[in-house]
């Protein structure tokens, strides 16, 4: 069993829906989690950030990070065109310096 | 776009040889890391410098090996290669002390090897 899992789609959807992404895990000490973005040929670009449980809102994205499920989710609201590339969720633990535990990625395509 | 740069951009060697990946650190970062990114999956991690050390490693062999100079720039050395070592090679930078592992990505280094 891999440590963090995600549904690798494709998922697409159509111009300013709202897309719901989402990862689990097995590694009850991670304490960092992160979204990042993958455009095609490109490197991975962050996209949010966490620290332990909670919520962060950062214009049209929200992540959420439900600890006591091991369970984070990345929603997308009024999706575009220009949304669609790979989401990959990572975590790390404290101290774990810049040892990242990707999932595979989710490939979006958002549809005009 | 991030300040971390990469060359060459693809690389095509054959089994057996040595190849030797490079990488310029964004300005101010002082760790380097470096990952395997397999068609369709996530990167995985292979190792990180601080202070021309490494001070992490993933489950890579060691003739997955490398650098960090003074000036931060670093590269990634791969032995005797083997066909599943076609992959995007990734290098990230970020700030030590900066423990929420943040990274900074370059845009990779595409290597086939045949």
């Known amino acids: 069993q891999k440590e963090v899992e995600q549904d690798p789609g494709p998922l697409s959807v159509p111009e300013g829906a709202i897309v719901s992404l989402n990862c689990t895990y097995s590694?009850?000490?991670?304490?960092?989690f992160m979204w990042y973005r993958q455009y095609s040929r490109k490197g991975p670009e962050l996209l949010m950030y966490?620290?332990?449980?909670g919520n962060k809102e950062d214009g049209r994205f929200t992540a959420q990070v439900d600890k006591s499920s091991k369970y984070i989710s990345l929603f997308i609201r009024d999706s575009q065109p220009s949304d669609s590339a790979t989401y990959l969720c990572?975590?790390?633990?404290?101290?774990?310096?810049?040892?990242?535990?990707f999932g595979t990625g989710t490939q979006l395509k958002v549809e005009l | 776009e991030t300040g971390v740069t990469q060359s060459p951009t693809h690389l095509i060697k054959t089994r057996g040889q040595q190849v030797t990946l490079r990488c310029s650190s964004q300005?101010?970062?002082?760790?380097v890391s470096w990952y395997q990114q397999a068609l369709g999956q996530g990167p995985q991690f292979i190792f990180q410098?601080?202070?021309?050390?490494?001070?992490g490693r993933g489950n890579f062999p060691p003739r997955f090996s490398g650098l960090q100079f003074p000036n931060y720039s670093s590269e990634l050395n791969v032995n005797a290669l083997e066909l599943d070592d076609s992959a995007l090679y990734l290098c990230?930078?970020?700030?030590?002390?900066?423990?929420?592992?943040?990274?900074?990505f370059g845009s990779g280094t595409q290597l086939s090897v045949l």
């Open positions: 966490t620290y332990s449980s």
């Open positions: 990572a975590m790390a633990l404290t101290g774990g310096g810049n040892k990242l535990t």
């Open positions: 300005s101010g970062h002082n760790t």
């Open positions: 990230a930078s970020s700030l030590v002390g900066d423990p929420s592992g943040k990274l900074f």
């Open positions: 410098y601080y202070r021309e050390e490494e001070n």
């Open positions: 590694n009850s000490a991670f304490q960092y």
